[in-house]
Nanobody
Framework: QVTLVESGGGLVQPGGSLRLSCAASGTIFKIFSMAWYRQASGKQRELVAS???????NYADSVKGRFTISRDSAKNMVYLQMTSLKPEDTAAYYCNAYASVIANPLKLDNYWGRGTQVTVSS
């Protein structure tokens, strides 16, 4: 299995910055992509940013130019640098990995962390 643990959330004022981290562990064979999603209260979970193994990046329009996703593949880590935060960025942020495990290297599954809360408020 693959376990994802997020960290770095908290309370920040509008215009501030936060850096989220996600560590993947377990019997990992290969991680093909990692991503950050968020879910605000009463809303559906949405993709914030993703980074496949080829190093390309994809961002939601609402965060382009403000958020940056990065990966350390050697450490199975993914990060989300968030700047110019707005109250509408308030949400639980979830780490996602599309990966296979040693026991079944050809089978890809989606794995999720438990989330970290980001609150943007003055």
């Amino acid at each position: 299995q693959v376990t994802l643990v997020e960290s770095g959330g908290g309370l920040v004022q509008p215009g501030g910055s936060l850096r989220l981290s996600c560590a993947a562990s377990g019997t990992i064979f290969k991680i093909f992509s990692m991503a950050w999603y968020r879910q605000a209260s009463g809303k559906q979970r949405e993709l914030v940013a993703s980074m496949p193994s080829d190093g390309s990046t994809n961002y939601a329009d609402s965060v382009k130019g403000r958020f940056t996703i990065s990966r350390d593949s050697a450490k199975n880590m993914v990060y989300l640098q968030m700047t110019s935060l707005k109250p509408e960025d308030t949400a639980a942020y979830y780490c996602n990995a599309y990966a296979s495990v040693i026991a079944n290297p050809l089978k890809l599954d989606n794995y999720w962390g438990r989330g970290t809360q980001v609150t943007v408020s003055s």
